[in-house]
């Protein structure tokens, strides 16, 4: 009970004064990491595993730190992870007016995302959930191509002992990556209040969906191949898989408020304002149950269903990506591409936002009729197209 | 048969001996269950793409470590660096690094998945009856820091089966392809292993074409590794050193009984000892060895040991419903039993005669499968149907056969009260010993399958809500079955041991010569419960097994 007391005089005014800096900008620092030139910064050791220079080491805390030192190679697999994740946005909105742009060149804060990031909307709820997915899926491919060698049944910070892996075998990397993933994405998090609750849930439902995309195989290898013995993997989705079940959660996502009683996992209910925080820094890694935070939030429409598990969640209304927007983040639809016989967001109509569009013809070399061997193309011509591309004035 | 002491037996004792087995039985389901791992586990390699521009056979290609090679994330990349399909090496190191396989894996199987991803791009589609030539290498070494060593290096060509799960043109998906096994060690005798895969384009001998040309665009390539549990293997182990001198110790028993009859054996005594033998053979812990000697046949053994047990114990189960027939024909000869028998045998032989193509190939080409060419395929085909035949005719000869006995019994029966004392007591011994034999046969056999459908159900939840029980419930299944047969000889070894007490033995009636007239008219007596609780259960037992107070 006392300790409860210290936490409603002393932390939670302390907490909500520091709210106003840290609300938004704060997390997703980490991100940056890709922005940083690989390979030169990247020194191997004597067994030939990447260590990481403290350059590319910056944009993490200090939680995030001792992770990526406790796990050597680990630092490949979460920068790799967020180029994999801008890819992958970039081409799931690649027809829409907000197309995810990314400034690779910036460092510091909002670096990679810019400015929308300050906005609680769909967009950000979406480069939450992809970037946390990825780190998921890209940890776990590198735990099963063995360049990062701690990864382990049990997330520990050990090894897992030699007898433990004769005795019973160790294959679960998509677990090892999940819970990276819980613990690298969400350190970066910092606050009690509901845009930390979003990014909380946001992040947990990329992850989610990693691991209910897995789909498992067997093999049977009884008595003469008989199935009396039947040993089944899992194997990851492909990150496109991932890329457009999280598009179409995108385009269903919930817009909430947080629910009046508060954090449900509070024991004392003398915060029921929306946005307010308790000083929940103690134990914040026990708090945090993978599918709890969703019942923190109620639908800010009250006729809606409220958010699953695995469905985004936003509280601002998206900022209007038509116009460039210095302040708020927005690139404006001038000079985009634009389809000029579709009737979706990708037409010219919606895509310029009523303004006018410029056809023009454009000559595009491109390497055809080329030989393929299943991974290289060999032997190709050089053919010449004219098509015409209409551009938003 | 002569009065076996099953018969014999007071009611208490007979009780007492069953609780014991089934105690026997539940310490077998619980050591699976709570002390052992999973049986095997699956561990999916994700091979490193090396470069070779050499196209050397004799390098080995590490994905890690201080010898690691030239490498490349993704084909893009390697389209970027002008370099061609045939410099690529896959290469899968096993285990991952901190580890080290162990002897007590016992055997280990490879599995090639292929991520071939989805293009509409031209010629970049995958062909319906596309088959991927591969040049595989495979290696071994002892120490962290020596050369690996060349276990194999073979050629070979697996089809693949894929099929694209959407309608639409989804580019980024990968089509979805059926595992391809790649190959089978009978033994895990070294520390590290290493896996070289190349799919050359190359021309074909036979026909001219082209390699590896059709196959879309594979963009990674899985090696999923299979071995049995380090844990499993020595709780498997242990069970079998236990089980092994007790049934031997039975065995040798029961067949002094037999001896000391001064009868000659009738063939009903000489089948249970052949049985008991075979469980002995099964039992001996044989695999102790592979933690020194390599052993690479030890799978293609533990199959014959298992086909031979299996054989042995159909064939005992035709012998002795036959011989409680109650018809009046002779029998106590195998010669009676031939075309059931020769059933079982030629089942069997199929099996093993597959078996050996398989496996034996296998210790010389452990790339080998029987199932990956048209012609093998056909050949193990027939020899499984051939099998699946032998087997029905089997299962509907020996169903035919109990629906006799049962016929027969239900004559018998009728005519009991007016028999002679002595043959009614023989009739009603034939009888018992039957029913009993009856109920503890389909009692261990529905059990087994229920067992096995249990473990398979319980382990699809398990896998499905990802929560790690406790419970292993597959372990459970192998280590409660294989302990329920073993329960199950010692069981007829004991209760079907020809009895010393002789307090009734007349003239051989005119029953069938195998079965002697030798019920014991005070085992009621003996076995009447002072308690009149029990006396009730006991009544119903007794009607159970059709064995009422003779009195």
């Known amino acids: 009970m006392k300790l409860e007391w210290l936490v409603a005089f002393f932390v939670l005014p302390m907490a909500s004064l520091l709210a106003k800096e840290t609300t938004a900008a704060s997390s997703g620092k980490w991100w940056s990491i890709a922005t940083y030139p690989q390979k030169s910064n990247i020194v191997t050791d004597t067994q030939g595993t990447e260590i990481s220079l403290e350059p590319q080491m910056r944009p993490l805390n200090k939680r995030q730190r001792r992770m990526v030192r406790d796990n050597p190679g680990i630092l490949l697999a979460i920068s790799q992870a967020v180029k994999m994740a801008v890819t992958e946005c970039k081409y799931q909105f690649k027809n829409r007016r907000w197309n995810c742009p990314t400034m690779m060149n910036v460092q510091g804060a909002n670096s990679l995302f810019g400015k929308i990031l300050n906005t609680a909307c769909r967009e950000t709820a979406f480069i939450y959930a992809i970037t946390s997915a990825a780190v998921t899926h890209s940890v776990a491919r590198s735990c099963s191509e063995g360049s990062v060698e701690t990864c382990t049944c049990d997330y520990k910070y050990q090894r897992p002992s030699e007898e433990d892996w004769e005795w019973g075998g160790c294959s679960d990397n998509i677990a090892f990556g999940h819970r990276f993933s819980q613990k690298f994405v969400d350190a970066d998090e910092k606050g009690r209040d509901l845009r930390f609750m979003m990014n909380m849930h946001n992040n947990e439902v990329g992850r989610l969906t990693v691991s209910s995309d897995m789909r498992q195989e067997c093999k049977c290898h009884g008595m003469s191949g008989s199935c009396t013995i039947k040993t089944c993997w899992m194997r990851l989705p492909t990150f496109r898989t991932v890329g457009e079940f999280l598009k179409d959660r995108f385009d269903g996502a919930s817009r909430v408020a947080l629910r009046n009683e508060g954090v449900r996992d509070s024991s004392n209910s003398n915060s029921n304002r929306p946005g307010s925080e308790r000083g929940g820094r103690r134990d914040r890694g026990q708090q945090r149950a993978p599918t709890g935070t969703e019942s923190n939030f109620q639908p800010y429409n009250a006729n809606h269903k409220p958010a699953g598990p695995r469905d985004l969640v936003y509280f601002d209304d998206s900022p209007d990506f038509c116009v460039r927007n210095e302040k708020v983040g927005t690139l404006g639809t001038v000079g985009r591409e634009c389809n000029n016989t579709s009737l979706g967001v990708d037409g010219c109509d919606l895509m310029c936002c009523g303004r006018d569009y410029d056809g023009s013809q454009v000559r595009i070399k491109e390497r055809c009729s080329c030989t393929f061997h299943w991974c290289c193309k060999v032997k190709c011509q050089e053919c010449t197209t004219v098509r015409t591309v209409y551009r938003c004035r | ?551």
Request: include cysteine; aromatic fraction near 14%.
């Open chain 2, 1 to 551: 048969m002569a009065g076996a002491i099953l018969e014999n037996l007071s009611t208490k004792k007979l009780s007492f001996f069953c609780l014991c087995l089934l105690l026997v039985q539940i310490a077998c389901f619980l050591v699976g269950g709570l002390v052992a791992p999973a049986p095997s586990s699956a561990h999916n390699i994700l091979t490193t793409k090396c470069i070779d521009p050499s196209f050397s056979l004799q390098k080995w290609f590490q994905p890690h470590g201080p010898h690691a090679c030239d490498k490349v994330r993704d084909f893009d990349e390697a389209t970027k660096r002008g370099i061609f399909a045939d410099w690529i090496v896959f290469s899968a190191q096993v285990p991952h690094r901190p580890n080290t396989m162990h002897r007590s894996f016992q055997y280990m199987l490879g599995v090639l998945v292929m991520d071939i991803g989805y293009s509409d791009e031209d010629g970049k589609h995958l062909a319906p009856n596309a088959a991927v030539t591969l040049v595989v290498r495979l290696g071994y070494k002892d120490t962290d820091d020596g050369e690996f060593q060349e276990l194999v290096s073979v050629n070979e060509t697996r089809k693949l089966e894929c099929v694209f799960p959407f309608t639409e043109d989804k580019v980024g998906y990968h089509y979805s392809c059926e595992p391809l096994p790649l190959f089978e060690l009978g033994s895990v005798h070294h520390k590290h292993y290493l896996i070289n895969i190349r799919m050359p384009i190359t021309k074909d001998k036979a026909t001219g074409a082209l390699t590896n040309t059709n196959i879309g665009s594979p963009e990674d390539l899985h090696v999923v590794i299979i071995h049995q549990n380090g844990g499993f293997t020595t709780v498997w182990m242990s069970i079998k050193t236990i089980m092994f001198p007790i049934v031997l110790l039975i065995t040798i028993w029961f067949w002094r009984r037999v001896k000391t009859q001064g009868k000659p054996s009738v063939l009903l005594e000489r089948t249970i000892f052949a049985l008991a033998i075979i469980m002995s053979i099964l039992n001996f812990p044989m695999e102790w060895l592979t933690f020194w000697v390599e052993v690479p046949f030890m799978t293609l053994l533990s199959d014959i040991k298992q086909g031979a047990f299996y054989a042995m114990l159909f064939s005992f189960w035709i012998i002795f419903i036959g011989e409680h027939l109650m018809d009046q024909t002779q029998r106590n000869r195998l010669k009676v039993y031939r075309r059931q028998v020769a059933s079982i045998i030629f089942t069997f032989f199929c099996l093993f005669i597959f078996d050996v193509c398989e496996r034996g190939v296998q210790l010389v080409n452990p790339f080998f499968s029987m199932w990956n060419t048209d012609k093998g395929y056909r050949l193990a085909m027939a020899f499984i149907i051939l099998a699946g035949i032998c087997l029905c005719s089997y299962c509907l000869f020996l169903l035919f056969m109990v629906y006799q006995v049962f016929k027969n019994i239900s004559m018998r029966r009728a005519t009991l009260p007016h028999m002679a004392k002595a043959r009614r007591l023989h009739y009603e011994g034939l009888i018992y010993r039957f029913r009993f034999f009856m109920i503890f046969t389909v009692l261990t056999a529905i059990f087994t399958v229920i067992f096995f459908i249990m473990s398979q159900v319980l382990e699809g939840h398990q896998k499905a809500g990802e929560s790690i029980s406790s419970v292993q419930y597959t372990s459970g299944f192998y280590t409660g079955v294989y302990g329920m047969w073993n329960i199950y000889v010692v069981a007829v070894l004991v209760l079907y041991a020809p009895s010393h007490k002789k307090t009734a033995s007349t003239s051989n009636g005119e029953g069938s010569e195998g079965s002697h007239v030798e019920f014991d008219i005070d085992v009621p007596s003996e076995g009447r419960p002072t308690d009149p609780v029990v006396a009730g259960s006991l009544t119903e037992a007794y009607q159970l097994l059709s064995k009422t107070a003779t009195e």
